[in-house]
């Protein structure tokens, strides 16, 4: 069966049936063996904790994107991605599969484009630039697409681009509002780069596999530890390039000296063993290395304050520095992603 044979979901909502009635048609479809994610978002926008709903979103678009990323391995590009083109499914597991491929073209050999002459186009306000004004197409067309997917499935329902009406028009002007997205600095960092109007600069499937906005909060914690070790290294040397970006993001990953955002217990309690400078982010990261490898050693009052590793320690420094992981992972992209302590976070291993 294919998407377009579902039945949609519509609801009023100003209906005191809505709850009802959504749960009914969420259910319903479910039991027949899938649901769009159209319906899927809905479902668990409206009905669910922002916990389920954050958990259940993540493992579905790892699905969706490496089922991308296969396909582009195999030199196929979908061009025609968007929520009723991505079916939740229960097999063991719930997870996210890719539909309707009525459209997908293979590239020929060694051809990384379509030539202009291909047929048939992508849906309405889910189109690349390029789609729409009948260019060159590649991998890349499927990336943006995957960009207001993710907006859509962040928001619950709404479009990076306006209103259905408006979006073509404003895709071409590249004319979006990630406004409700700014909370999350990753996922507008990632979407940011997917929505990018040059295909050249969007990132590749694979690459999106690996972006923080999916990793677990132990893998946060490992990335911030070993950026920290990474930095130490460079203490040695004068005029490091690699020190100095990483001091210029201050203003951005910290939003005021550190000290001010932290507790006067914890203070006290880093006092003892050395002196930090509170407006350096190579300090706060050392900070946080140290009581990391060194949790246990902790006085059970600031445990308790900084919660357990890994959730509770990763939400105490997220909640005060938002922009901290998104803001070292660029510099450490940009100067490190060769190192091969770093291969994990960039790469497959």
């Not at 490496?66 to 719930?94: F, M, W, Y």
């Not at 990335?223 to 390039?241: G, K, M, N």
């Amino acid at each position: 069966m294919h998407t377009k044979d579902l039945i949609c979901l519509h609801f009023d909502s100003h209906s005191s049936n809505m709850d009802v009635n959504l749960k009914f048609l969420f259910c319903t479809h479910l039991l027949c063996g899938f649901v769009c994610l159209h319906m899927w978002v809905a479902f668990f926008f409206f009905l669910c904790s922002n916990y389920i709903y954050k958990f259940t979103f993540l493992l579905q678009h790892r699905d969706v994107i490496s089922g991308l990323a296969h396909l582009h391995e195999l030199g196929i590009i979908h061009r025609d991605l968007k929520p009723q083109n991505v079916l939740i499914t229960k097999e063991r597991s719930l997870c996210a599969k890719l539909s309707d491929m009525g459209i997908s073209k293979r590239l020929l050999e060694d051809m990384s484009t379509l030539g202009h002459s291909v047929t048939g186009c992508g849906s309405s306000g889910w189109q690349a630039p390029e789609q729409l004004v009948q260019g060159r197409q590649s991998r890349a067309l499927d990336l943006f697409s995957l960009g207001c997917v993710l907006f859509f499935c962040m928001t619950g329902g709404r479009h990076p681009f306006g209103e259905r009406l408006e979006r073509d028009v404003n895709i071409l002007k590249n004319r979006k509002d990630l406004f409700l997205i700014e909370s999350i600095p990753e996922a507008e960092d990632l979407i940011s780069r997917l929505l990018n109007p040059d295909p050249n600069l969007r990132p590749k499937a694979i690459e999106v596999l690996h972006h923080p906005l999916f990793w677990s909060s132990e893998m946060r914690l490992s990335f911030l530890r070993d950026a920290s070790d990474r930095v130490e290294l460079e203490d040695r040397e004068t005029d490091s390039d690699l020190l100095r970006t990483l001091e210029s993001i201050a203003p951005m990953a910290l939003g005021a000296k550190w000290d001010e955002k932290m507790e006067p217990a914890f203070i006290t309690n880093i006092g003892r063993y050395r002196r930090y400078k509170y407006d350096s982010v190579r300090d706060l990261l050392r900070v946080m290395r140290n009581k990391l490898n060194h949790y246990r050693e902790l006085p059970q009052e600031i445990q308790e304050l900084v919660g357990s590793v890994p959730e509770g320690f990763n939400d105490y420094f997220a909640s005060r520095f938002p922009r901290l992981l998104i803001e070292v992972y660029r510099v450490i992209y940009e100067y490190c992603k060769e190192d091969q302590c770093f291969q994990r976070y960039f790469r497959d291993n």
